[in-house]
C-alpha cells in the first residue's frame, strides 16, 4: 500500500469509528472487521439518541450498542468515547478503567430514570442532578425508543438490570411512554429481582391506559413511519394489554393551562399529549398535577421537588 494510499485507508477509518461503522485498519493497513482491532479516538459523543441501546451504567458511565450496525461503545460521564467495538471488548475496556480509577457508584440505592418515546435522556438532566446531590445514585438511561416494541424495550431494560452491581435497590422516574415500558419489564422481572429491592416508582405524565392522540394516528403512515411499533402501542385498545404495577407508585399528571380548552383531541385537563384521565393508574400512592407541557413537565420546579419528596417519603 502506497504512503497515499494508507493515509486515505486511515482517514476512513477514522471517519467509519465515528459514525460507529464496524471496520478498523488491519497490520497491513488495510480496512478489517473491528472484532480484530478496533480503534478509538477519544471524542464526545452527542451521547446516544433514538439509535443507541445503554446496557450497562456504572457511576456515570455506561456501554451502549447501535441497534444498527450492532457494535457497542464505553462512554464516560461526559459522553467521550474511551472504547468501542464488541460489547465484551467495551465491557473489558471498563473493568480495567473501574479498577485503574477506583469506580464506586454515588450509593446503593440506584434511581433510573427513563424517557419517553421519540425523546432522550436530557429533559432529565436537572432531576438527574438533584436526586444525586441529595444522596441517590441516579441515571437516566437511553434506549431506542422508535425504533422497538415496548416489550422489546422491556427485555432491555430487564437485561441492564441484571447487569447492575454495587445497588441494594432501585427506585424509577419515568416519562410518558417510558412507565409502560417499566411495567412490562417488572411483570417479567429477571435475575436482577433476587439480589436487588425495588424501592418507589414514580411516572410522569404517563398514558397509563394509552393515548387518545395515538389512537386516531396509529393508522396515519407517517405516525407509523416516525414512531414505530412502539407508537402503535400506545393507541388505548393496545395498552390495556400493558400488566399494572405490583410496586409502590405515584403518578405526576400535567394540566397545562394553555390547552386546557383549545386541545383538538382532549376536552378536559390534559398535558398537550396525554389527558390527565389518561395517566390514572388503579392502586397509585398518591397523585399530583402540575401545570405544564408534555415536553417541559421535567424541568418544571413543582415537578422536580415532587420527585425528591415521593421518593423519600412515598407521598407529595
Same mark, same amino acid.
Given at each position: 500500500?502506497?504512503?497515499?494510499?494508507?493515509?486515505?485507508?486511515?482517514?476512513?477509518?477514522?471517519?467509519?469509528?465515528?459514525?460507529?461503522?464496524?471496520?478498523?485498519?488491519?497490520?497491513?493497513?488495510?480496512?478489517?472487521?473491528?472484532?480484530?482491532?478496533?480503534?478509538?479516538?477519544?471524542?464526545?459523543?452527542?451521547?446516544?439518541?433514538?439509535?443507541?441501546?445503554?446496557?450497562?451504567?456504572?457511576?456515570?458511565?455506561?456501554?451502549?450498542?447501535? &441497534?444498527?450496525?450492532?457494535?457497542?461503545?464505553?462512554?464516560?460521564?461526559?459522553?467521550?468515547?474511551?472504547?468501542?467495538?464488541?460489547?465484551?471488548?467495551?465491557?473489558?475496556?471498563?473493568?480495567?478503567?473501574?479498577?485503574?480509577?477506583?469506580?464506586?457508584?454515588?450509593?446503593?440505592?440506584?434511581?433510573?430514570?427513563?424517557?419517553?418515546?421519540?425523546?432522550?435522556?436530557?429533559?432529565?438532566?436537572?432531576?438527574?442532578?438533584?436526586?444525586?446531590?441529595?444522596?441517590?445514585?441516579? &441515571?437516566?438511561?437511553?434506549?431506542?425508543?422508535?425504533?422497538?416494541?415496548?416489550?422489546?424495550?422491556?427485555?432491555?431494560?430487564?437485561?441492564?438490570?441484571?447487569?447492575?452491581?454495587?445497588?441494594?435497590?432501585?427506585?424509577?422516574?419515568?416519562?410518558?411512554?417510558?412507565?409502560?415500558?417499566?411495567?412490562?419489564?417488572? $411483570?417479567?422481572?429477571?435475575?436482577?429481582?433476587?439480589?436487588?429491592?425495588?424501592?418507589?416508582?414514580?411516572?410522569?405524565?404517563?398514558?397509563?391506559?394509552?393515548?387518545?392522540?395515538?389512537?386516531?394516528?396509529?393508522?396515519?403512515?407517517?405516525?407509523?413511519?416516525?414512531?414505530?411499533? $412502539?407508537?402503535?402501542?400506545?393507541?388505548?385498545?393496545?395498552?390495556?394489554?400493558?400488566?399494572?404495577?405490583?410496586?409502590?407508585?405515584?403518578?405526576?399528571?400535567?394540566?397545562?393551562?394553555?390547552?386546557?380548552?383549545?386541545?383538538?383531541?382532549?376536552?378536559?385537563?390534559?398535558?398537550?399529549? &396525554?389527558?390527565?384521565?389518561?395517566?390514572?393508574?388503579?392502586?397509585?400512592?398518591?397523585?399530583?398535577?402540575?401545570?405544564?407541557?408534555?415536553?417541559?413537565?421535567?424541568?418544571?420546579?413543582?415537578?422536580?421537588?415532587?420527585?425528591?419528596?415521593?421518593?423519600?417519603?412515598?407521598?407529595?
Amino acid at each position: 500500500m502506497t504512503p497515499r494510499s494508507r493515509a486515505i485507508a486511515a482517514a476512513a477509518a477514522v471517519l467509519c469509528a465515528g459514525a460507529g461503522a464496524a471496520y478498523a485498519l488491519d497490520a497491513r493497513g488495510t480496512l478489517a472487521d473491528w472484532r480484530d482491532a478496533p480503534p478509538n479516538l477519544e471524542v464526545r459523543t452527542l451521547g446516544g439518541f433514538q439509535f443507541w441501546q445503554d446496557r450497562q451504567v456504572f457511576a456515570g458511565w455506561k456501554i451502549q450498542t447501535n &441497534v444498527i450496525t450492532g457494535h457497542s461503545r464505553l462512554l464516560d460521564p461526559d459522553d467521550r468515547r474511551h472504547a468501542w467495538g464488541s460489547f465484551d471488548q467495551c465491557r473489558n475496556q471498563f473493568q480495567a478503567i473501574v479498577e485503574e480509577k477506583g469506580l464506586q457508584p454515588r450509593s446503593d440505592h440506584l434511581v433510573l430514570l427513563i424517557h419517553g418515546i421519540a425523546s432522550s435522556r436530557k429533559p432529565f438532566d436537572e432531576i438527574e442532578k438533584r436526586l444525586n446531590d441529595v444522596g441517590y445514585d441516579a &441515571v437516566a438511561i437511553r434506549y431506542p425508543s422508535t425504533r422497538r416494541s415496548i416489550d422489546e424495550h422491556a427485555v432491555a431494560l430487564s437485561a441492564l438490570l441484571d447487569s447492575v452491581e454495587g445497588a441494594k435497590t432501585v427506585s424509577f422516574v419515568t416519562h410518558s411512554m417510558g412507565g409502560l415500558v417499566l411495567r412490562m419489564a417488572l $411483570a417479567r422481572p429477571g435475575p436482577w429481582a433476587n439480589r436487588i429491592d425495588v424501592g418507589r416508582v414514580l411516572m410522569i405524565a404517563p398514558p397509563s391506559t394509552g393515548s387518545a392522540i395515538a389512537g386516531r394516528l396509529k393508522d396515519n403512515s407517517s405516525f407509523k413511519a416516525v414512531f414505530g411499533e $412502539a407508537g402503535q402501542q400506545l393507541a388505548p385498545e393496545n395498552a390495556q394489554d400493558i400488566p399494572a404495577l405490583d410496586h409502590p407508585f405515584g403518578i405526576i399528571a400535567g394540566d397545562w393551562s394553555w390547552t386546557r380548552d383549545h386541545h383538538p383531541f382532549h376536552g378536559g385537563p390534559n398535558d398537550g399529549a &396525554v389527558a390527565v384521565s389518561e395517566t390514572a393508574l388503579s392502586g397509585a400512592a398518591g397523585t399530583l398535577t402540575v401545570d405544564a407541557p408534555h415536553n417541559g413537565i421535567l424541568q418544571a420546579s413543582e415537578t422536580i421537588a415532587a420527585t425528591v419528596r415521593f421518593l423519600r417519603t412515598g407521598r407529595f
